[in-house]
């Protein structure tokens, strides 16, 4: 199992600049990648090919970037012009994000994500392999070819309920986890893309994990914590719905606390379940925590 870092959305003057110090420390560190939000700060791709150019070897990934703002061909276009700045080294993450955002503050239509993200799919990996895409969807239409470079990067859904996990696992790369536990993990999401995998004759697919981890001496506190800066993951449904079937009350439930003992074990029931990349967010307790990361690479 790869472990990679969950980068924070840098404030401040020169945020690009502070990305790509946060950027350079994980690679020196020896982590395998390093992935960055889309919310509503930086625009992820736009900051992951500026910064991330700078800094060699490291993956840098995209965890993830909204589909219904951007119309498939744009965001082909755009993650293969970042992937050519990278030198092939993005990993695009992408995902259906939430009603009360994309209803709500966008304005478009949420009544049909399953179907929205196929025919997003239908049009983004062949215009990602650099193939023409002809599709005429119920939701999306292209008719296009580009001629942009940087062809071949991997493309990951945020996929949670049975539908998503068939679709990540029968025509993409794999999918990325946020607020998932262990148990789900085990139990729901990698024998749901696993079987969408074999069943449609790929390879296996990446099951990238991010939680937030802390190392410490007071897990109590540490759990209380993360229920307080993660409070609104406990609010939106999808994240509910994992939260809920893994028993968990709050995201605090699910953050990777304890000592150095306790949160190797808890990392390694992640690899036993078959997740390939696990991903720290690093929420607090960071000089302990990253010092005890640092010591999973050798």
């Known amino acids: 199992m790869r472990v990679g870092l969950f980068l924070n959305d840098p404030q401040g003057p020169d945020p690009i600049g502070g990305l790509r110090e946060t950027i350079a420390r994980a690679a020196d560190d ?32 995209t965890a993830v970037v909204p589909t ?16 050519t700045a990278l030198g092939g080294r993005l990993a695009l993450g992408i995902g259906l994000s939430h009603q009360i955002v994309i209803e709500h503050m966008f304005g478009y239509d949420f009544s049909r994500p399953a ?16 193939e023409k895409a002809e599709v005429t969807g119920e939701t999306l239409k292209a008719n296009i070819q580009l001629s942009t470079p940087g062809t071949g990067l991997p493309v990951l859904i945020a ?16 999918t990325v986890l946020w607020m998932t536990g262990p148990r789900t993990v085990a139990e729901h999401v990698v024998p749901a893309i696993t079987a969408a995998a ?17 190392v410490t001496d007071d897990p109590a506190a540490a759990k209380a914590r993360a229920a307080e800066v993660f409070s609104v993951y406990g609010e939106l449904p999808s994240y509910r719905a994992m939260l809920d079937k893994e028993g968990a009350a709050t995201p605090g439930d699910v953050a990777i606390v304890g000592d150095e003992e306790a949160v190797r074990a808890q990392i390694d029931a992640l690899a ?27």
């Open 30 to 61: 020896g982590f395998a990648s390093a992935w960055l939000s889309h919310i509503f700060g930086l625009d992820a791709l736009t900051a992951l090919a500026v910064a991330g150019s700078q800094v060699p070897g490291i993956e840098l990934g």
């Open 68 to 83: 219904y703002p951007r119309h498939p061909a744009a965001l082909a276009q755009q993650a293969l012009t970042t992937n």
């Open 115 to 130: 179907r929205h993200m196929k025919e997003y799919l239908d049009i983004l990996l062949p215009l990602a392999r650099g």
């Open 159 to 174: 996929a949670l309920a049975p539908r998503m996990l068939a679709l990540a696992g029968a025509v993409a790369d794999g």
């Open 198 to 214: 074999s069943g449609a004759g790929r390879p296996a697919p990446r099951v990238v994990c991010a939680l937030p981890v802390c």
């Open 272 to 298: 036993k379940a078959g997740v390939t990349d696990f991903v720290a967010a690093e929420f607090s307790g960071r000089e302990r925590t990253r010092t005890f990361l640092k010591g999973l690479l050798g």
